[in-house]
């Protein structure tokens, strides 16, 4: 089983900044992608950045520009910045680790979120 922390959220004010964290632990057999979802109230879970290993990184288009995703492999850690805040990025915000293991195929790791709350 693989275990998925969230930590970092808080509230500031428009315009600031702030650093998501998630670390990844226990049985972890081989990170396939590591990234960022975010769910507002009354709206649907959405992707706000995704970081494969190895490939290309996306950015939802809200937050290109503003938000930077990175990872630390020898961790298992995949942080976001956050600059530039505004009212509309106010949301928990989960970490999302995929895996693919032999037999079982994808497997998804879903932390409990942290809320992020961004004042006008």
């Known amino acids: 089983q693989v275990q998925v922390v969230e930590s970092g959220g808080g509230l500031v004010q428009a315009g600031g900044s702030l650093r998501l964290s998630c670390a990844a632990s226990g049985s972890i057999f081989s990170i396939n992608a590591m990234g960022w979802y975010r769910q507002a109230p009354g709206k649907q879970r959405e992707p706000v950045a995704i970081m494969p290993t190895g490939g290309s990184t996306n950015y939802a288009d809200s937050v290109k520009g503003r938000f930077t995703i990175s990872r630390d492999n020898a961790k298992n850690t995949v942080y976001l910045q956050m600059n530039s805040l505004k009212p509309e990025d106010t949301a928990v915000y989960y970490c999302?680790?995929?895996?693919?293991?032999?037999?079982?195929?994808?497997?998804?790791?879903w932390g409990v979120g942290t809320l992020v709350t961004v004042s006008s």
């Open positions: 999302n680790i995929i895996e693919y293991r032999p037999v079982l195929g994808r497997m998804d790791y």
